[in-house]
Nanobody
Framework: VQLVESGGGLVQPGGSLRLSCAAS????????MRWYRQAPGKERELVAF????????NYTDSVKGRFTISRDNRKNAVYLQMNNLKPEDTAVYYC????????WGQGTQVTVSS
């Protein structure tokens, strides 16, 4: 299993970023996918979840209405569109298959600062 995140960076408050995760090494279209994040000194937090067919999504309360998770099963990819970013969104964001005991990417840093 390989998960490779991209798209992080430095953005001002109120800005947007789109994270991407390229998946390989497993039958991607049959698995739920998740985005987690971990801020310095804090525990890793589940941000968003998407079902295998993309028909069901869920978000942690702090990002509802601002973040959108999506997937493309033809490209074996999952995305996280992040709008109206806030300083408290600053964290390393991880793509995940299988929950906390599953497979992880290397993470991509998102920094929201003026």
């Amino acid at each position: 299993v390989q998960l490779v995140e991209s798209g992080g960076g430095l953005v001002q408050p109120g800005g947007s970023l789109r994270l991407s995760c390229a998946a390989s090494g497993f039958t991607y279209s049959t698995y739920r996918m998740r985005w987690y994040r971990q801020a310095p000194g804090k525990e890793r937090e589940l941000v968003a979840f998407i079902s295998s067919d993309g028909g069901s999504t869920n978000y942690t309360d702090s990002v509802k209405g601002r973040f959108t998770i999506s997937r493309d099963n033809r490209k074996n990819a999952v995305y996280l569109q992040m709008n109206n970013l806030k300083p408290e969104d600053t964290a390393v964001y991880y793509c995940n298959k299988g929950g906390l005991s599953g497979s992880w990417g290397q993470g991509t840093q998102v920094t929201v600062s003026s």
